[in-house]
Structure formats: C-alpha cells, structure tokens
C-alpha cells in the first residue's frame, strides 16, 4: 500500500482570490445601480465625494465577506 495523496478535484480558491471575487463583485453591482440611478436622474444631489466613500464601504464589506467565507 503506498501512501500517496489522492488528486483532490474540488480545489478550493485561495483566500486573497475569494476576497478579491467578493470586493469585485460587490462593487460591480453597487457601481451599475449608482449608474443606473445616476441616469434616471434620481441621485444627481449626491456628491462625488459620497459615491468615494460608498466605493470605500464596499471595498470593506467585500474583505469582511471573503474573510468570512474562507473561515
């Protein structure tokens, strides 16, 4: 009997590409709603400033979620 690992084909993604899925993703779809919003004309009042700081809350939401899930 030889102790030899068995090839595993259920390879789980590394800890900084599932934060980096989760951060992309998130901000994908907060930046298509701001777009959309942006467009209709209903958000036109928010600052750029504003729009930053939800990019930065998303960017954070995205490491908080990818560290969860890798836990």
């Known amino acids: ?9 259920n390879k789980q ?6 934060i980096f899925l989760y951060i992309f993703g998130f ?9 959309v919003l942006r467009g209709a004309g209903l958000i036109d009042w ?5 729009l930053w700081a939800i ?7 995205g490491i ?3 560290i969860r899930s890798v836990t």
């Open 1 to 9: 009997m030889s102790k030899h690992p068995q090839n595993n084909n």
């Open 13 to 18: 993604l590394g800890t900084t590409a599932t």
């Open 27 to 35: 901000l994908l779809i907060i930046t298509a709603i701001i777009i």
């Open 46 to 50: 928010l600052p750029d400033y504003a």
């Open 55 to 61: 990019g930065l809350g998303v960017i954070g939401v």
């Open 64 to 66: 908080i979620a990818g």
